[in-house]
Each structure stands twice: as C-alpha cells, then as structure tokens.
C-alpha cells in the first residue's frame, strides 16, 4: 500500500479551465520547442486533441526524421510542423516569421509558448568537459532565452502564457549531474524574473518541474550511457583517471544506469502540468509532476539544514 502511495505522480488540479476556442471560431495557437520526441511529441498531440493549433518545433524537420514526421502524418491543418534549433537565432527568427506570417489573425497574438528543448548528461565535476557544460546551456539555458525573447511580442498581444520546462533538478542538487542542474536553476531564475516584468503586461509565466521520467522519455538507452561514458574516460586528463580509477569511474556509471531504469514510464503527468498552464485561468506558478518520494526529497533537500539533508540522500 504504502509503495503504490509513493509511486502515484503528485498532482491534484483544479478542474477549472478556460476555453480553447475564442469567439468566432478562431483557435489558440501554440508553439512548443522540442518536438522531436519525449515530453514535446506527447504534448504536441495532446494538445492538439483539445483544440489547439500547435506549431510543433522539431530539431529535424529538414531532414524528414524524428517525430515531425510522424506529426506530418496527421494531415491536419492545426498540427503545423516548423524547423526549429533554439541554438541558432537566425532559425528561430526564421520561425517567429513563419508564425506570424500563417497566425489566423497576428494582432491577436500567440497564445502560448513551452519551452520543452533540452538536452542532458552525467559525469561528476572532474569527469565532465567544459565543451560538454556549454553544449547543454546552450540548448536547456540559452535555448530558452532565446525562444523567449523572439516570441514574447506575439505573447504579448495575446495576454498569453510562458511555460518553461525545468525539473526538480533546477531546485536541488545531485552529484554526477551538474550540467544539467546548472542550466534547470538558471531556468528557474529566468522564469521568475520573466514573471515578475510579464505580470503588468498581463501575460501568465508558469514552470514545470518534473521527477524522473528518464525512463519515459528514452533520453538514456543503455547504449547511449555507454557511448557517454566511455567517451568520457577517454578524455579525462591523465591524472584525473589515476587519481579515481576505472573501478570508481565504472560504479558512477552503474549508479546512472540504475537511476535511468527506475522513473516513471508514463508521461501524462507532466502533460497534464503543461495543459493546465496554458488553460486554467488560474494558473500555477510551480508545477511539481513527481513521485511523492522525489517530492518529498526536494522538500527536505530545499527547507532542511544542508548537514540533515546532505546526510539523508547524499552521504
């Protein structure tokens, strides 16, 4: 009883939303970054059930791969795909444009933008390449920034809503994942500054912070941890490798393997976070689609002394 109690995901919602059609037949439209797969292909297809019209942002549009394919395939008009890599200003620019220019009715704006793209790894510290910590701001960091930035005037029009993907790993810490903690806290702090200034022009910003869903989201194939890890190893400096040791580095590995196969397999949680953002008319700041066992470790982890907490889920 008590393990079904823990494993149930965290989330009670006010049934309370607004209408996904405007008056005159016109529908809200929506842009998600991320597309290709994972949280942005479930969420592009759920939304679009409710009434949206979704402008679905695929890193692969161009080459015909991915989940934009598969989003093509469903041969409506309200699932429009559009080349997006949020890492590149001229293609996101290129994409404000596409979306301005096939808007209904563009003075009335956007509706709504999720900022889903991202990117992760693993490697302690000493492990990890200053090539790799760039890679992954760039796309989870930056990549937000600037999707924001570009979209905002259409938000604006709308009086819409911002919906930042971040993750409970942007309000606590974890050993062997700092790049990615790195950039979900700075998502976080972009968010709520974005609040703050977005309030008066009366447009809702609301953050997401999901548990694990590695195993949901296929972001870590056996295949693909290994291919991380032993690129890693081979380019540790010498004395980094002398120092810990293949055994030490190999038990950092397993533990990333173990992690990857215990979350949770079913996504709508998260889904289900986002389509609230973007509907209710109350919506929340914080979203917290978990199990109650990570929700409970990001309580302690951010309102305990860190000697209690370290000691409980670190040491």
Known sequence: MLATKL??????????TLTVKNPGNSFRAVLITGCDSGFGFALAKHLHTKGFIIY???????????????????????????????????????????VNSSLEDPEKGLWGLVNNAGISTFGEVEFTSMDTYMEVAEVNLWGTVRTTKAFLPLIRRSKGRVVNISSMMGRMGSP????????????EAFSDCLRYEMQPQGVMVSIVEPGNFIAATNLYSPERIKAIADKMWDELPEIVRKDYGRKYFDEQVSKMETYCNSGSTDTSPVIESVAHALTSTAPYTRYHPMDYYWWLRMQIMTHMPAAISDRLYVY
């Open 176 to 187: 062997a994942r700092s790049p990615y903690c790195i950039t979900k806290f700075g998502v």
């Open 56 to 98: 679905a942002g695929c890193l692969q549009k161009n080459k015909g791969e991915g989940g934009s394919k598969d989003l093509d395939n469903m041969n409506s008009d309200r699932m429009r795909t559009v080349q997006l890599n949020v890492c590149d200003s001229k293609e996101v620019d290129r994409a404000v444009e596409h």
């Open 7 to 16: 494993s149930r995901p965290l989330l009670n919602l006010p049934v309370k």
